[in-house]
């Protein structure tokens, strides 16, 4: 079985210059990085993981805390930090936090007190003040994605403003009736993305004089997104276009006008959010996000913090609206 100095003698480097291009860390060339790598690939040389964390005191594993992991989002987010990881030596633990408080309970205070890994990235979740005080209490490194708390440094998408641009561009085809669907949790949505989304919906609607707002609930489904839109449109006086609070319900909005003999964008346009990757094939015009690259850069911030000891500071996340053929001009 070869070992590390076999590995320093096929890329005519040190065996410390070995191990700083296989773990990652210190400073060296990419040109060397990439030699020493494809040397360890031919040997089929591969860094035992506890003898590393002996040495550096380090697991070489980033946790990633998420609610859910069956969401496309989520998905391509994982996808993202996933594949920034692996090109730096990087492995990932997948931690799933459900709604129920013993499972929660379990991921705060037994697996994440295990050791296994140099930082965590906890993925759009809303995090209870005493759920943050033991999180923080592990004294890791952690970066906030999407929706979490003002108490950790966060990389957000401006949900408020990614509705008011999905909005406004309804409006500005003339749209005057518009159903919202899409979740609205109690209490303060200062962190909630529903909630922020269907606020910056209201505002939008608000700031033109003869609009009519209309709203259903809904989870982010494409299940979900079928009913609520049935609903609406089933009213005596349906909307003319409906602003959807993920790609997935718009999908499901665009089969409950088709169930009802609607052209869409001629009788009704539908409007979503994310950049779905089947957006194009239904003709959706969304408002995409780039769910890959935030789990890029989430990953990129979280070894900032990691190996160089930089500071994780709140980010704004790009997003951008993509029309096709989904919203039109109303009829009538």
Do not use: C, K
Request: aromatic share 6%; charged share 25%; proline share 4%.
């Amino acid at each position: 079985m070869a070992g590390i100095d076999d590995v320093a003698a096929a890329a005519g480097v040190s065996a410390a210059t070995v191990s700083r291009a296989l773990s990652g860390r210190g400073r060296i060339s990419d040109a060397t990085r990439a030699r020493v790598r494809a040397a360890a690939a031919d040997l089929g040389y591969v860094v035992s993981s506890a003898a590393s964390t002996l040495a550096t005191g380090r697991t070489s594993n980033i946790g990633v805390v998420v609610p859910l992991l069956d969401r496309w989002f989520y998905a391509n987010v994982i996808d993202g930090i996933a594949e920034t990881l692996a090109a730096r030596g990087y492995d990932v633990t997948l931690y799933s936090m459900s709604d129920d408080p013993a499972q929660r309970a379990n991921v705060l205070d037994v697996s994440l007190r295990r050791g296994r890994v140099d930082g965590l990235i906890v993925l759009s979740l809303q995090l209870a003040e005493d759920e943050l005080d033991r999180l923080l209490a592990l004294e890791l490194p952690v970066v906030g994605l999407g929706a979490t708390s003002g108490r950790l440094p966060v990389l957000r998408i401006d949900d408020t403003a990614i509705a008011r641009l999905a909005t406004e561009h309804l409006l500005a085809l003339g749209h005057r009736r518009i159903a919202h669907i899409g979740y609205s949790r109690d209490g303060d949505p200062g962190f909630d993305t529903p909630s922020l989304r269907r606020r910056g919906f209201e505002a939008a609607m608000a700031d033109v004089g003869d609009a009519t707002a209309l709203f259903r609930p809904a989870d982010l489904t494409l299940e979900d997104g079928h009913r609520a839109a049935g609903e609406v449109l089933d009213l005596d006086e349906p909307p003319t276009a409906i602003f959807a609070a993920s790609d997935e319900m718009a999908f499901g909005a665009i089969f409950a006008a088709r169930e009802r003999g609607l052209d869409i964008p001629h009788d009704l346009s539908v409007v979503g959010v994310d950049g779905h990757e089947m957006g194009d094939f239904f003709g959706l015009t969304t408002v995409a996000q780039f769910p890959h690259a935030q789990g890029e850069r989430a990953a990129a911030t979280i070894l900032g913090v990691v190996e160089d000891g930089a500071d994780a500071a709140d980010a704004a996340l790009p997003f951008e609206l993509v029309v096709r053929a989904s919203t039109a001009a109303p009829a009538h």
